[in-house]
């Protein structure tokens, strides 16, 4: 089975400032990887697919990079409303299946 | 506007039973695979289960194979999760999805869970 990590599972930043996280594979997954944010007491929301296509509505602050095994998902100028913890996602084809990053949760210093 | 509605969820001693339904409005609901996701207290999510478009293919994470049976009724457009043999660890907030992206021979293209319920909360406890 394929493992999904994320670093770091936490992190506090200020407002403006450019945050990143990253999410590794344990093996080959092309570009099949979601990034997800998932705001306290709220059901989680698609921010990316395909590891770099921005989700309809999504604003466009939020970025994902990355291929294979090492991705990078950004948030150029963070915002108070992004406050939130994020997850990354890898499918499977055959059969169709899903893992879950552990997760990192975002807060405001 | 899309909704998903789960219903269900409660207080059930281990070993027991729940079906867990999800009501689906504003969308072609037959056009979706749909998915099971669940989030323990505290914890980070997990997916459950799958299932296409017309009920033919089902998928399980491996903790719930053999307890957890995901169907759908495109005539009602519903969803549901039949749980048995519950266990203290399939205590969670439930969330039906939708899946967007498509499946073909074997092959998926840009699966993503693009649309949420609230989630329904399953306890397990004696």
């Known amino acids: 089975d394929i493992q999904m990590t994320q670093s770091p599972s936490s992190l506090s930043a200020s407002v403006g400032d450019r945050v990143t996280i990253t999410c590794q594979a344990s093996q080959d997954i092309s570009n099949h990887l979601n990034w997800y944010q998932q705001k306290p007491g709220k059901a989680p929301k698609v921010l990316i697919y395909?590891?770099?296509t921005l989700q309809t509505g999504v604003p466009s602050r939020f970025s994902g990079s990355g291929s294979g095994t090492d991705f990078t998902f950004t948030i150029n100028s963070l915002q108070p409303e992004d406050i939130a913890t994020y997850y990354c996602?890898?499918?499977?084809?055959?059969?169709?299946?899903?893992?879950f990053g552990p997760g990192t949760k975002v807060d405001i210093k | 506007e899309v909704q998903l509605v789960e219903s269900g969820g409660g207080l059930v001693q281990p070993g027991g039973s729940l079906r867990l339904s999800c009501a689906a409005t504003?969308?072609?609901?037959?056009?979706?695979?749909m998915t099971w996701v669940r989030q323990a207290p505290g914890k980070g999510l997990e997916w459950v289960a799958n299932i296409n478009l017309i009920g033919s293919e089902t998928n399980y994470v491996d903790s719930v194979k053999g307890r957890f049976t995901i169907s759908r009724d495109n005539a009602k457009n519903s969803l549901y999760l039949q749980m048995n043999s519950l266990r203290a660890e399939d205590t969670a907030v439930y969330y039906c999805t939708t899946v967007a992206g498509s499946c073909t021979n074997g092959v998926c293209y840009s699966l993503h869970f693009d649309s949420w319920g609230q989630g329904t909360l399953v306890t397990v406890s004696s």
């Open positions: 504003g969308f072609t609901f037959s056009n979706y695979w």
């Open positions: 395909d590891a770099s």
């Open positions: 996602k890898h499918y499977d084809d055959l059969p169709p299946s899903f893992t």
